[in-house]
């Protein structure tokens, strides 16, 4: 029915019944992704994908298909042969991608077929996002849902025409029969299909564009909330669906929210979706790391593949749940979740890899999962307490008589029910994951995508800075600024920023989420060092982001520059990754603050005032833009700290769960407005201020947070 409606939508009443029966052949469920096969012994064929760097384009240089990259002279000659192109776009951990690949694209037959009657080409959805927005709106279009492997069917102008998921073999090839048909017999309906389609997409993607901004009132992101909640799970956290997906932004909205409500049952959702995940498989218990989602809605069985943009932001979530708790379980997992990214995500550059992921030697989950036996050979005398501690053949156990070790007891829970103290149970744990690790080890490990992306690097250095307010571990500090500064170094150009990073070559001009995710973390590495270059990296960023991707008549900000694509998108929803919009929405509130520049201020309010009508109808994709709306919407303070003493003090107060203030400090006099005329030789001085109006300042710390509190 829906599936019916969407096409009707698209064509309008002009539809034949050769077209509802082509689209109808057409249309195809949803898949999820994973990881991928063993390629060793395709080296017969060598197409165009050999020059490239990502992994996931690499693995593809040896198929029988001959693929081409995405690039202007590629379209360009696609269009001088007249031929249909048929984009397929995946990323280098998608299972079903691979499992596509050995069926289809290794096939020597169909290769063939695709060769002689499309124009072929790949794209990595992590290098070129904004190609993958394109083509996935498309595909929602027409089926109703989308997913990866995404395999598209366009004129040779770039205009899909149709769009699916994963396929299997003999459907394959029915599909590209199908299609060269249509295309051969039917080419004038295919093109005004595909103009209608293209029009829909352009709809879709300026959603918002049209709407008025609207004041902000603090009333629509409360009503907005108490519809959110039927969605809760109360049980086992998260929202109540499978496959359940960490959503910090979500968490993160919601950290600051019940600061504010006093919520309870916010502040018991947040509780229990912060340990059901970090007790559950989707955190791997002995080395760190979360997976990319969980296939039951126990965060029991995860997909095994782990992502750096999850890892990046749940150190933020974890960091700021800690401070709000000093729970020792959250202090756990920031832990073991940067010794994961020092350990298996760093390139040598100070920059991080992409993904792990999540097969190896063929199986999901093998370099993960134990038996019984393994885990009494290996543990012995400790056996015992592993298999209780763990859930061994319990709930644990999972498929082919293999274990995921995942907890139900805080280590407090267990001290108290094994009579044990709490170091005696962290001790014997500690010896127990060493062990684990040790055999681990000498596993064949999952694959690693060891690209480098511009903007996941970005939310990572956020969390590492998030993980050092929050317990002050050094190493964390260290690592944030290493990779902000191999940004700079590497990534930074006469040209603008790059977007993906390796082997010493940087590629791919930047799009805005490489900007806006960049500009941010600059501004958390200004927060813990008081490094002016770091706030000028984020003001320089911010400049050439309105440049470059705003559209002042539409008051939004694309995600693209103006490049090859058949249009130029915005992302408005809040995903497992803010949108950009609303990332830029804080962005500007940042900014605006230091720099004293009211417009900034104001753009920021008037994106944020185009989504709010949507708070109540779907929270949950605007979770991002609501933290933003609480910055201008309640009192929000910018604690500006400027002496001898200011790196101590904002030390201190990074400690504590205050999401309402933004705290920065100069130790030395500073010209940037926020700090300007405001050093004392002989004194440090805190100023409490809401939009550039402080209070008298302070000279201790339990004095600005009496302001503060006041204020509140």
Known sequence: MSFLFLIALTFGRKMTVRQVTLLFMLNIGFSTCGPLANKAEMQKHTNQLITETSPYLLQHAHNPVNWHAWNVNNINEAKKLDKPLLISIGYSSCHWCHVMEHESFEDEEIAQYMNEYFYCIKVDREERPDVDAIYMTAANIITGSGGWPLNCFALPDGRPFHAGTYYPKEGWLKLLQTVNLQYSNNKQKLEDYATRLTQGIRMQETAISDNKSSKLDFAAVEQGVGSWKNNWDMLEGGITKAPKFPMPSNLNFLLHYQYISKDKQANDFINLTLYKMAFGGIFDQIGGGFSRYSTDALWKAPHFEKMLYDNGQLLSVYSKAYKRTNDAEFNDVISKTIDWLQEEMTDESGLFYSALDADSEGEEGKYY???????????????????????????????????ILLRNKSNIEVARTQNMSIDQVNTRINIINSKLLKVRKKRIKPGLDDKCLTSWNALTITGLCNAYKATGNDNAMQMATKCLDAIIKHQFSDKGLKHSYKNGISSINGMLEDYVFTALAAISAFEITGNKKYLDVAKSLTTEAIKRFYDIEKEIFYFNEQNELILRTSEIYDNVIPSTNSAMAHLLQYIGLAYGNSNMLQISDNLIGKVQQNFDSYFGGHSNWASAHLKSSTPFFEVVIIGKQAKEYAKELNKLHLPNTWIIFSPTESKIPVFNNRFKAKETLIYVCVKGACSLPSKSVNQALKQINDGR
Do not use: M, R
């Open 369 to 403: 999962v134990w038996s019984s036996a393994e885990l009494e050979e290996v543990l012995s005398t400790d056996f015992d307490f592993a298999a209780n501690y763990y859930n061994i053949n319990s709930k644990a156990l999972w498929e082919h008589g293999n274990n």
